[in-house]
């Protein structure tokens, strides 16, 4: 149970952690005083990258995503998060069930990495997507 009027917005990333990285960028810098910025990875890889970009906290693993899933109350990431062995098995079935069933708002980005194509997407380039999803995180914040 939350004992604060803080919120807390998740980036989630897997592999080396370079959309995270580049989310955290975008958004560190932008985020609104009340708000809590915390990267968490499946692996110590994208957790570290995600911490270098900017992110003030980090943590890693199956339990650190599942667990922040929960409390979070804007998760940006892969697409591949909400998959149960996406990103090249690194999403466990928990960890995909955590994030997909957590009440937080979800902005998830679309990579062809992951062999889930969105209809209505316009192919784009990471960049392009990415910057969506930054500003899509701090629209869901500011309401």
Sequence with gaps: MKHTNRRLLLVLDAQGGGMGAQLIKRLAPALPPDCDLLAVGTNVLATNAMLKAGAPRGATGENAVVYNAARADVIVGPIGMVLANGILGEVSPRMAAA???????KILVPSS???VQVAGTQDCRLEDYLQSAAALALRALEA
């Design 113 to 115: 990495h992951c062999g």
């Design 99 to 105: 994030v997909s069933g957590a009440g937080a708002e």
